[in-house]
């Protein structure tokens, strides 16, 4: 990574898109393709007239944490001002936090600032309690609520 381009920022949606960098950037910037391991994507409704304006959509992708699950993207190779840039296109839904790709590199990457927002509730076990056992509690009671478990605290035993 030269001087001139420090940042590495993956990016999974419409950062990608070159008349989006155009307009940040004021033009499109170095990329590699490249992939998160442990994340999948799901929208996110946006509300910034602006954003919208940029993007064409007002719906963007955000990452979400899923075991065996990968999302495919790129790296953007950022100077200082195009990740200011970056910044400030990115609304308030979102928080830029380092990440380690599936490659190893560590980049810039925007996650959802609110991440229990998909959440339909949250459930806190008692990690005293033995793992088959929690599992088991845990989805009886998802199942008594019609709630779908994506995980258990033990890995679905």
């Not at 990740?83 to 830029?96: F, K, Q, S």
């Not at 810039?108 to 806190?124: I, K």
């Amino acid at each position: 990574m030269s001087a001139h381009r420090p940042h590495a920022l993956f990016s999974f949606g419409t950062l990608l898109d070159e008349r989006v960098q155009k307009s940040l950037f004021g033009e499109p910037v170095p990329s590699a393709p490249a992939s998160l391991a442990g994340h999948t994507t799901r929208p996110l409704p946006i509300t910034d007239p602006e954003v919208i304006a940029t993007s064409g959509l007002d719906v963007h992708l955000t990452l979400e944490r899923r075991l065996g699950a990968e999302v495919r993207g790129a790296v953007l190779r950022l100077t200082d001002e195009d990740l200011a840039a970056a910044d400030a296109y990115e609304v308030d839904d979102y928080v830029r936090r380092r990440v380690v790709l599936s490659s190893g590199e560590t980049a810039w990457a925007y996650l959802d600032a609110n991440p229990l927002r998909p959440a339909s509730c949250v459930v806190v076990v008692d990690p005293s309690e033995p793992e088959g056992k929690r599992g088991q509690r845990l989805r009886a009671w998802c199942a008594a609520r019609h709630v779908d478990c994506l995980a258990s605290a033990d890995g679905g035993r």
